[in-house]
């Protein structure tokens, strides 16, 4: 790829999010009510997004052999308890990842 080809290509990403970014303010004007349906995926989609999260990150864990699916087990009750606690989505899957990790790089020493 040349550097012209590169910028182009640079360029135009840019523009897509740019675009994909303002339409929603260029749709949906500052003080019109959004359509009903618009307002429901708003309320809707933040717990399917999250359900469809959580369907994928265990799709694979392994419970019939060694370490039992524990690793997954625990970071997720770790997510699921510093969510309910502290109400904090960042830190609750930052710690659940680093749970995670710790889990099964040092102490379930899982090799994949």
Same mark, same amino acid.
């Given at each position: 790829? %040349?550097?012209?080809? +590169?910028? =182009? ?7 897509? %999010? ?6 929603? @303010? ?10 009903? @349906?618009? /307002? ?16 994928? %990150? ?5 419970? /019939? ?8 087990? =625990?970071? @997720? ?6 969510? +309910?606690?502290?109400?904090? +989505? @960042?830190?609750? =899957?930052?710690?659940? %990842?680093?749970?995670?990790? =710790? ?10």
């Amino acid at each position: 790829m %040349t550097s012209l080809e +590169m910028v =182009i290509t640079v360029a135009i990403v840019v523009a897509g %999010t740019l675009l994909t970014r303002f339409a929603a @303010f260029l749709i949906f004007p500052p003080g019109k009510k959004a359509p009903d @349906f618009v /307002l429901y995926l708003g309320k809707a989609l933040p717990a399917a997004v999250m359900g469809l999260l959580v369907v994928y %990150t265990f799709k694979d864990t392994v419970v /019939l052999t060694y370490p039992y699916g524990l690793p997954e087990l =625990i970071a @997720f009750l770790v997510t699921v308890e510093l969510h +309910m606690w502290k109400r904090n +989505m @960042f830190m609750s =899957i930052g710690a659940g %990842t680093v749970a995670y990790m =710790i889990l099964v790089q040092a102490i379930f020493n899982v090799t994949r």
